[in-house]
């Protein structure tokens, strides 16, 4: 990677190497996997020392709070309108990660290798990454419910059996994708998902 652009102001170079090492971090998680991922490595790859790491975040982990604080949070939380039905707030777990791979498919490659990397009991990840997937399943859930509420979700829908079909169906079609590539695209089984979801738990029109 090239060096730092010249003729910067320091806080245009502080903005340009915190972005540099979240995307160097993220190539060499879908390279390698976290745990054996260095800072001496993030720092090479997008272009610094290792001792930029620890300037800019302190820690290497501390970079995964940017990733998805900034990174994830940035790029993929447009809320749906205001006057958005129930329905519509629970398909948004489905339409963000839609709109990440969209506008960055190695970024969310990244981000389900953490996940499948925070399986084993032992990983450093696992209560963060539980802690993201249970965040998305409280959307699905509370959106269910509010449909109920407000006729877009059939009422007889069983919330907690419904909230498990969607938080699992979705990472069934990201393990198939991260395992056998980009065929078909990611977005194209999410697309499929998110009608049947509609399909199963969606109210009759009226």
Known sequence: MPSPAKG???PERVELSARRLVEAAAALIVEKGWETTTAAEIGRRAGYSRAMVHARYGSKDAI???????AYDARA?????????GL????????????????????????????FEAVPA?????SRMQAWLAGGADTVEAGLRAGIVDGSVRADVDVAAATLDVSTAGLGIVHR????????????????????????YGAPAR
């Open 8 to 10: 910067l102001t320091q």
């Open 64 to 70: 995964l709070d940017t990733l998805f604080r900034d």
């Open 77 to 85: 939380n447009t809320a749906p309108a205001g006057d958005a039905d």
């Open 88 to 115: 519509s707030v629970a398909l948004r777990h489905v339409d963000r990660i839609v709109d990440l791979y969209l506008a960055d498919p190695v970024f969310t490659r990244a981000l389900f290798v953490l996940a």
């Open 122 to 126: 032992t990983s450093a990840l696992r």
């Open 177 to 200: 994708w991260m395992l056998f590539g980009d065929e078909p695209p990611l977005d194209a089984g999410l697309t499929a998902l998110r009608d049947r979801i509609r399909r199963d």
